[in-house]
């Protein structure tokens, strides 16, 4: 129940394509929904984020959808860039009592020129 | 300032070694966390610090030690390490404990010999 499935594992978009990585949690009691990027060699960074009162946020190229029914939330990247090319990590959290920050498998994304 | 520094940026030590990995942050965030990072792998939690004390420590190896001298350090003693324990090492803060942005620093690449 502590689990956050992301997929796909990897995904490769041509130059200028939307890229879709999902997430989905089982505990209802996650209620922040943060998304990071990382490149190799480097630590992740804090790209967006959205709590469930919200069913989408939208900052610059990068959107998430959240489906709180179905306990699924996604992201999207329009147009997408070869320098979008790392590895995105969704991570769902408590944001009060016992500890909780569960960071997804990743999904290595390659933007092809 | 919203960065986190870690040193050293790589860090090669044998198994009877003792070394210590630092994190430094400036944006007055009263949590700190430190995380190990294998290969293709999602940052996995080790400790979390709060208001300069341990908070959570999730089961990791005594050879691991770590320290919150004051708000803005964080240490990581190691020693008596194991091949295995070869690793990107992170530190992160965040405004508080949980349920908000965590801002990483760029990792300690270490290599255990």
């Known amino acids: 129940q502590q689990q956050v499935k992301q997929s796909p594992q990897s995904l490769i978009v041509q130059k200028g394509g939307i890229s879709i990585i999902n997430c989905a949690y089982e505990?209802?009691?996650?209620?922040?929904f943060p998304w990071y990027q990382q490149f190799p060699g480097k630590g992740p960074a804090l790209l967006i984020a959205?709590?469930?009162?919200?069913s989408e946020k939208k900052e610059g190229r990068f959107t998430i959808s959240f489906n709180k029914s179905a306990k699924q939330f996604s992201l999207h990247i329009m147009d997408s860039q070869p320098g979008d090319s790392a590895t995105y990590f969704c991570?769902?959290?408590?944001?009060?009592?016992?500890?909780?920050?569960?960071f997804g498998t990743g999904t290595r994304l390659k933007v092809l020129a | 300032d919203t960065e986190v520094t870690q040193t050293p940026k790589h860090l090669v030590m044998g198994m009877t070694n003792k070394k210590s990995l630092k994190c430094e942050q400036h944006?007055?965030?009263?949590?700190m966390y430190w995380y190990k990072q294998k290969a293709k792998k999602p940052p996995e939690l080790m400790f979390v610090?709060?208001?300069?004390?341990?908070?959570i420590n999730e089961s990791v190896p005594s050879r691991f030690s770590p320290e919150c001298p004051n708000s803005s350090l964080l240490n990581l003693h190691l020693h008596a390490l194991q091949p295995e324990d070869s690793a990107l090492y992170l530190c992160?803060?965040?405004?508080?404990?949980?349920?908000?942005?965590?801002?990483f620093g760029p990792g300690t690449r270490l290599t255990v010999t």
């Open positions: 505990n209802t009691a996650f209620d922040y």
């Open positions: 991570a769902a959290s408590i944001t009060s009592g016992t500890y909780k920050y569960i």
């Open positions: 959205i709590r469930p009162d919200v």
């Open positions: 610090y709060s208001y300069e004390k341990l908070s």
């Open positions: 944006m007055g965030h009263r949590a």
């Open positions: 992160a803060s965040s405004q508080a404990g949980q349920g908000y942005e965590q801002y």
